[in-house]
């Protein structure tokens, strides 16, 4: 993950009261640990590899996820659509944004395409180019961009998004726009994205919307009001994408666009938890176990927790940690308090309180909570 988290390593001892319930619950900054969403500042936008979240903040700068992550949903989906879809945008209607078959049996490139036979596809694609079809040319720049079946290469994705995006194709200016906002393919032009994000949305890719408002949100050349950027992030999260249902929910909780609501907050936040963003987990988990915008609920919290664990993220294991390490809603186990305390704290979350648990274990114990941290770690890498 790109931009990943900044802990840092101050005793947090003065952050542990009588309290339990506070030591587990409290927000990252008032316990010493880094919130799960990291600034604008430390990310990289583009089509690298996916990554989401906002930086929980009232200040304006850092309220912007990941541009990358909308590219590689896109991408991942298929920018392509459906025969039917193209014959509508030809038709001047909109053509869906955020909705891709699985397959396109209607369009021999695309069912190429969905079948992995990228080098066929890219032949069909190519002659339908040359006819004219404009969503042709976006599989091409799709193919080169990923390097699929071919040398990758993004100006050559680039060239082809831009014939894609001059046929009137908004997932082609979309894709575009994304290799202008990274610089890959072409110049970095962060002023020419928001046009073609702004040129896609119109055409109703909720994707593209998304974007733009990322670029308002973000202290740059790209001027939007915050209101404009609430509403088009609202529409992404309407849309049911994830990633903008999070960063609904973070200007719920910041009243950065619109009033402050916890309930709203708490309610997008939630969603996007479901769907299974991480982060989102954390932060989900995080209300229900303070009660905040939402009933307090320890075992939904635990659930949260548990899942974003496995999942890697180190704010859920040390969370995690403390849950066993003082017996909140699972027995007392020192020896799985150990086990997450070690992989958050070999991801960068460090917690005093908890490497004195960990003194306590007897030498067998100890042993237990490694072999069982080598395990986990095996399982992951054979995951990635």
């Known amino acids: ?45 583009g089509p690298g590899r996916p990554f989401s979240g906002l930086a929980r903040a009232t200040a304006p700068h850092v309220l912007a996820s990941a541009l990358a992550l909308a590219l590689a949903i896109v991408l991942a989906a298929g920018l392509a659509v459906p025969k039917s879809a193209r014959a509508a945008a030809k038709a001047g209607e909109s053509e869906p944004a955020a909705t891709f078959p699985s397959g396109f049996e209607a369009d021999p490139a695309y069912k190429a395409f969905d079948e992995g036979n990228y080098l066929k596809a890219l032949e069909l694609a190519k002659a339908q180019a040359e006819a004219g079809e404009a969503a042709a040319c976006t599989l091409i720049g799709r193919i080169n961009a990923e390097g699929l079946g071919v040398r990758q290469d993004f100006s050559e ?40 994000f702004r040129l896609a949305s119109e055409r109703g890719n909720v994707l593209a ?29 309407k849309a049911s994408y994830a990633p903008a249902e999070y960063d609904l929910g973070t200007l719920y909780a910041a009243g950065h666009g619109v009033a402050k609501d916890e309930a709203k907050a708490a309610f997008w936040t939630g969603r996007a938890a479901e769907a299974g963003l991480s982060d989102a987990r ?62 958050a704290r070999a991801a960068g979350v460090s917690d005093l309180q908890l490497d004195v648990l960990m003194s306590t274990l007897s030498p067998e114990d100890r042993r237990s909570a490694d072999s069982q941290a080598g395990a986990w770690l095996d399982r992951r890498s054979g995951l990635e």
């Open 1 to 45: 993950m790109i931009g990943h988290y900044c802990p840092t390593d101050r005793s947090r001892s003065e952050g542990w009261g009588s309290d339990v319930s506070e030591q587990i619950a409290g927000d990252a900054k008032e316990l010493g640990v880094p919130g799960s969403r990291p600034p604008l500042s430390a990310r990289r936008v």
């Open 157 to 196: 994705a680039a060239v082809w998004y831009k014939k894609g995006a001059e046929r009137g194709d908004a997932n082609a200016m979309l894709a575009l726009g994304l290799l202008l906002v990274a610089g890959e393919g072409v110049k970095r032009d962060e002023v020419a994205a928001a046009q073609l």
């Open 282 to 343: 954390v932060d989900y988990a995080l209300m229900l176990f303070n009660g905040r915008g939402v009933p307090k609920d320890q075992a939904r919290a635990a659930y949260f927790f548990s899942a974003a664990a496995e999942e890697g993220n180190p704010v859920a294991q040390n969370r995690l940690a403390r849950f066993y390490a003082f017996g909140i809603v699972f027995d007392k186990d020192l020896v799985m308090a150990t086990k997450w305390h070690l992989l």
């Open 209 to 237: 919307g998304y974007n733009l408002a990322l670029l308002y949100l973000k202290d740059g050349d790209v001027k939007g009001s915050p209101d404009a950027a609430f509403a088009l992030i609202e529409r992404a999260a």
